[in-house]
């Protein structure tokens, strides 16, 4: 089951934005172009000038939402999370959806008067058809140049904070603790383990509870591998390779592996 809060790598660049616009913007005058899927191969005047017209319907959309993506990923504390690249991907779609639709509206077919209809219509017959191919090549691009931006490592991140009280299924299930004192927390099956600090040193307190539950509650916690989250200002090393990777964090030695967009992210840290 995907986790919807799980943090995930940003296209945050203008640069790498705008070489995506024009990959999509690209893509669908191609496909017009080669597939005419849509009986477009009556030959017309400026044929392929028109149809080379969608591209800038899809470039601008992308490039004028960028703005706001950024405004929701820097007030997210540079976070990007899964539900958030879900709902970019429906809300640029349909910015895209309308301008295509006005574009063939009027300079494809020259008509002047629409509906309501007339535009559910487009995009059940020309937009839709076109997300299936375009949506997985847009979320791999946007990985590809993606990042995940991890905060420096600071010390004084581990004194005492707010309190925070963390919550299983089971009534019973509760732990109050300073949010600086969470360490890690490990999911085994249908239990996560949550790994705090206290006077008498580490501790472990166990929740029925999943992962992505657990991590709802810990504003400090980072998803560095689908079965661990991590307080990174406890970060002691970054290890191993592109292959195998894995880090280590005070007061415990275990080692604890990530994900290769962590490795790349917290390899850039300075580490203790």
């Known amino acids: 089951m995907i986790s919807f809060n799980k943090t995930i790598s940003y296209t945050k660049n203008w640069k790498h934005t705008f070489l995506i616009a ?16 849509f009986d477009n191969s009556n030959i017309f005047a400026y ?22 993506e950024n405004y929701f990923y820097k007030i997210q504390t540079n976070r990007w999370y899964i539900v958030n690249e879900f709902f970019y991907i429906i ?5 895209i959806f309308l301008f295509t639709f006005f574009y063939h509206f009027y300079v494809v077919s020259g008509l002047t008067s629409f509906t309501y209809k007339s535009i559910f219509d487009f995009v059940k017959s020309f937009g839709l058809p076109f997300t299936p191919i375009a949506v997985p090549l847009w979320l791999y691009l946007r990985s590809k ?3 995940i931006e991890i905060p420096l490592y600071d010390k004084s991140g ?10 299983g299924n089971n009534k019973s299930e509760t732990l109050t603790i300073s949010e600086a004192d969470f360490i890690f927390a490990k999911a085994q099956q ?15 307190e166990t929740f029925r509870s999943t992962l ?10 980072w998803q560095v591998h689908r079965s661990y989250l991590v307080n990174l200002d406890y970060l002691k090393s970054v290890e191993g390779n592109a292959r195998k990777r894995y880090i280590k964090i005070s007061p415990t030695e275990e080692t604890i592996p ?15």
Do not use: R, W
Not at 28 to 36: A, K
């Open 158 to 167: 581990t004194k005492k904070t707010n309190a925070i009280t963390i919550v």
């Open 258 to 272: 990530i994900s290769q967009v962590y490795y790349k992210a917290l390899s850039k840290l300075p580490q203790c």
């Open 145 to 147: 140049y993606g990042l």
């Open 22 to 37: 024009l990959v999509l913007g690209a893509l669908v005058p191609i496909l017009l172009m080669t597939l005419e899927p």
């Open 91 to 95: 809300a640029t779609l349909f910015v």
């Open 47 to 68: 044929k392929y000038l028109i149809i080379s017209g969608y591209a800038p319907c899809i470039i601008i959309p992308v490039l004028l939402v960028h703005p706001l």
């Open 212 to 221: 992505s539950n657990i991590m709802k509650q810990l504003p400090k916690a």
């Open 190 to 204: 249908n239990y996560v383990d949550v790994y705090y600090n206290t006077e008498n040193g580490m501790q472990q």
